[in-house]
């Protein structure tokens, strides 16, 4: 709390005195940003220049401000030579307008030849998701899924090797809630491709799949799914539902992973 003498009229008139006096006196001019004239402090240029009050410039470019603190560092002519060359050998566009280079690779499945940028040279093999599904698609898994923490959970099932902690989350949350379920108790053909949904819910007949997101392969996979299966239900647990559910029951899971 402020002392009660800031706030008597003997005291504020007195600071009104002092502020009308200082304004008079012309010492808080620099607060208008008032213009002013001043010469350059570099010897061999002393051009005047303008500049507002409360700036403290003191040279009137920065090449006047180099000459005067950059003393110690003199060029010889030989070393100005190879920079002005340097510079001129440099290209005029700048960075932002140039394409990065390209690597051609041939797909391991069409041997049709496409190209990705040097830092993907390691990693793509395939041309497209429809190649990539038609070679690894036999896979009960997607090969962009999460890798993290796989394992058999004891406090769920000794028997049961969860591929990732949201799964095993959810499997604990049908639990506690009393929802019987099997995990990924079904393979399903899809032509090229098969897939193998997370869990199946008897009691409601449907399936359950955990994705983090659904990238290109993932979708493509759930498009053929329910064009192949229209009478199997399947129902997706998103991120955004997952942390709606880790919200309302992680406080009451005891051995909840993060």
């Known amino acids: 709390m402020?002392?009660?003498?800031?706030?008597?009229?003997?005291?504020?008139?007195?600071?009104?005195?002092?502020?009308?006096?200082?304004?008079?006196?012309?010492i808080y001019h620099f607060r208008l940003g008032l213009i002013e004239t001043r010469r350059c402090k570099n010897t061999d240029c002393q051009n005047i220049f303008k500049v507002k009050s409360y700036n403290h410039k003191s040279f009137c470019s920065r090449s006047c401000s180099a000459h005067?603190?950059?003393?110690?560092?003199?060029?010889?002519?030989?070393?100005?030579?190879?920079?002005?060359?340097?510079?001129?050998?440099?290209?005029?566009?700048?960075?932002?307008?140039?394409e990065l280079p390209k690597v051609k690779l041939v797909c391991q499945r069409c041997h049709k030849i496409f190209e990705v940028t040097p830092y993907l040279g390691k990693q793509r093999k395939y041309c497209s998701n429809f190649c990539a599904i038609k070679t690894i698609g036999s896979r009960t898994t997607s090969p962009k899924a999460s890798k993290g923490k796989s394992g058999i959970r004891k406090d769920i099932s000794p028997d049961i090797c969860f591929y990732s902690t949201w799964e095993a989350n959810v499997a604990r949350v049908f639990n506690l809630v009393g929802?019987?379920?099997?995990?990924?108790?079904?393979?399903?053909?899809?032509?090229?491709?098969?897939?193998?949904?997370?869990?199946?819910?008897?009691?409601?007949?449907?399936?359950?799949?955990?994705?983090?997101?659904?990238?290109?392969?993932?979708?493509?996979?759930?498009?053929?799914?329910?064009?192949?299966?229209?009478?199997?239900?399947?129902?997706?647990?998103?991120?955004?539902?997952?942390?709606?559910?880790?919200?309302?029951?992680?406080?009451?899971?005891?051995?909840?992973?993060?």
């Open 2 to 26: 402020p002392h009660p003498f800031y706030s008597s009229r003997k005291y504020r008139n007195k600071q009104s005195i002092i502020t009308k006096t200082n304004w008079q006196k012309g």
């Open 68 to 98: 005067t603190h950059n003393l110690g560092r003199k060029l010889s002519a030989l070393t100005k030579l190879k920079i002005a060359k340097t510079i001129s050998l440099l290209p005029k566009t700048s960075w932002k307008k140039r």
């Open 179 to 258: 929802i019987k379920w099997k995990y990924a108790p079904k393979t399903f053909d899809l032509d090229d491709h098969t897939y193998k949904p997370d869990f199946y819910l008897p009691s409601h007949k449907m399936y359950i799949e955990v994705k983090n997101y659904l990238g290109g392969y993932s979708l493509q996979r759930d498009k053929i799914f329910r064009q192949k299966y229209p009478n199997i239900r399947l129902g997706l647990i998103l991120k955004a539902d997952y942390l709606n559910i880790k919200a309302n029951y992680k406080d009451l899971i005891k051995n909840w992973e993060y």
